[in-house]
T-cell receptor
Framework: GAVVSQHPSWVICKSGTSVKIECRSLDFQATTMFWYRQFPKQSLMLMATSNEGSKATYEQGVEKDKFLINHASLTLSTLTVTSAHPEDSSFYIC????????????FGAGSRLTVL | DAKTTQPPSMDCAEGRAANLPCNHSTISGNEYVYWYRQIHSQGPQYIIHGLKNNETNEMASLIITEDRKSSTLILPHATLRDTAVYYCIVRPLTGGGNKLTFGTGTQLKVEL
């Protein structure tokens, strides 16, 4: 079955530094990947759609210069949180579709970011 | 994506069937009903989807009313590992950019 891997699963960084999170589709190619953010006790909020070979599409209210997305290959998308601040501490989750016709998304296990 | 309404929480005894309802009264003719769940501190997991016929797989059954305005996800023999937030989402099979919009879901707690 389709597997999406995220790395790292958790990261702690100092305020002002940048953090990169990787999302890989392990056994399939994904022209599109999605990045979500989830704060404690809240639902998942879509941040952006990552498109292979082109610019990401950001949801309203998400700063594209702060959350840099790169989708350089059909199996890898990266999210870089630049100049992280404590309010960026959250659970970041990526997903991809196998495009089997069922329109089903496979999600990674998530990456927990804590900014001190 | 059309709006769905789910109860915020439900409890179920282990070994019993868990029936999770979802209202989607504004569902369009080309929209399917999808169910995902999220176990604490993990990514969401796809469970099942359907258009108008009842569906069953190794994880669950999906019962959709004839008017398609509501549905019920059934976990036939709930276990402690089924404790999770369950999300009901309606969306087209194609189009919409594939993205999923999550509501607040139902927190299912399976207890001994």
């Amino acid at each position: 079955g389709a597997v999406v891997s995220q790395h790292p699963s958790w990261v702690i960084c100092k305020s002002g530094t940048s953090v990169k999170i990787e999302c890989r589709s392990l056994d399939f190619q994904a022209t599109t990947m999605f990045w979500y953010r989830q704060f404690p006790k809240q639902s998942l909020m879509l941040m952006a759609t990552s498109n292979e070979g082109s610019k990401a599409t950001y949801e309203q209210g998400v700063e594209k210069d702060k959350f840099l997305i790169n989708h350089a290959s059909l199996t890898l998308s990266t999210l870089t949180v630049t100049s992280a601040h404590p309010e960026d501490s959250s659970f970041y989750i990526c997903s991809a579709s196998l495009l089997s016709g069922a329109n089903v998304l496979t999600f990674g296990a998530g990456s927990r970011l804590t900014v001190l | 994506d059309a709006k769905t309404t789910q109860p915020p929480s439900m409890d179920c005894a282990e070994g019993r069937a868990a029936n999770l309802p979802c209202n989607h009264s504004t569902i369009s003719g080309n929209e399917y009903v999808y169910w995902y769940r999220q176990i604490h501190s993990q990514g969401p997991q796809y469970i099942i989807h359907g258009l108008k016929n009842n569906e069953t797989n190794e994880m669950a059954s999906l019962i959709i009313t004839e008017d398609r305005k509501s549905s019920t996800l059934i976990l036939p023999h709930a276990t402690l590992r089924d404790t999770a937030v369950y999300y009901c989402i309606v969306r087209p099979l194609t189009g919409g950019g594939n993205k999923l919009t999550f509501g607040t879901g139902t927190q299912l707690k399976v207890e001994l």
